[in-house]
């Protein structure tokens, strides 16, 4: 078994990562960590390189070259036990749907080894704060994809996991969800969780997240505090620092050339 993260440790520990599909690498060299009570920002442009990263922190997917240690844990040698460190949040997720969310949850809660009575707080209290409660004893099948979201969001945190990998985690959620969701960030960040937060919807980012880390073409352009990388591009925005980067800032978005066609 790993030993626990040392006091001062990062949570993440990445250090010249690479990774390819086939004989094309996509990931060249990344290094940064992530600290207990920081939340952290991935961003990127479609094919950056997030996802990947992502898989590889969860191990999914191995590293190709350098090193990667989750939760005191050196991946891919101690997978297995770092996946009891961290909850997962994707994007898209297949569920069991003849399953019920309450069913569901406690499938999850005990294969992460969470005692019984425990557990079953925990799945209550979840359930009642998402508003689930009244549908817990519903299958998964008859579920929006913002009940689902809430389900996957429970599912994360039920073993009280060192990290959070969240991508795209306000997808689906109605408004209050969303700001339900974006408070509970920030309160499992002064409890001393790490929290990785990959979204493209740059304002929520600049809301929740305390740095950022931008992704381009596999490589990291920029690590720093918000107000850091505002000042160093002297930007007023994140979105105009992420265009700046990107090399996209001189470009238009396209929404003027849509608007004209149709008038064809």
């Known amino acids: 078994m790993a030993n626990p993260i040392a006091a001062g ?5 990445v250090d010249g990562l690479t990774f390819s599909y086939g ?20 961003l990127g442009p479609n094919g950056a390189g997030k ?23 050196a991946m891919p040698e101690e997978a297995t036990e770092a996946k009891k460190r961290l909850g997962y ?6 569920l069991f749907e003849s399953l019920t969310a309450e069913e569901y949850l406690q499938l999850v809660g005990r294969l ?25 004893v519903a299958s998964l099948d008859t579920y929006s994809k913002g009940m689902r979201q809430k389900v996957l969001l429970s599912a994360a945190l039920l073993h009280n996991p060192d990290l959070l990998l969240l991508d795209e985690p306000l997808s689906g959620l109605d408004v209050n969800a ?10 499992l960040a002064a409890e001393g969780k790490a929290v990785l937060y990959s979204s493209h919807v740059l304002d929520v980012v600049e809301r929740v997240c305390d740095r950022a880390l931008i992704l381009h073409e596999g490589q990291v352009i920029a690590d720093g505090s918000l107000d850091a ?21 001189g470009t238009a978005s396209g929404a003027a050339e849509i608007v004209a066609g149709l008038r064809l």
Do not use: K
């Open 229 to 249: 990388l505002r000042a160093s591009a002297e930007r007023g925005s994140l979105e105009d620092v992420f265009r700046q980067l990107t090399g996209t800032e």
């Open 89 to 94: 949040v994707p994007e898209a997720a297949g």
């Open 178 to 187: 969303g700001i339900m969701v974006r408070d509970l960030v920030g309160a």
């Open 23 to 42: 004989s094309g690498e996509v990931l060249h060299g990344i290094s940064f960590a992530v600290r207990p009570g920081e939340v952290v920002g991935l």
């Open 51 to 73: 996802s990947t990263i992502i898989r590889i922190l969860t191990g999914i997917l191995a590293p190709g070259g350098g090193s990667v240690r989750v939760a005191g844990c």
């Open 9 to 13: 440790d990062p949570v993440v520990a």
């Open 112 to 136: 992460q080894e969470v005692p019984e009575d425990r557990l079953q707080a925990r799945i209550d209290r979840f359930l009642t704060q998402f508003g689930l409660a009244e549908d817990r």
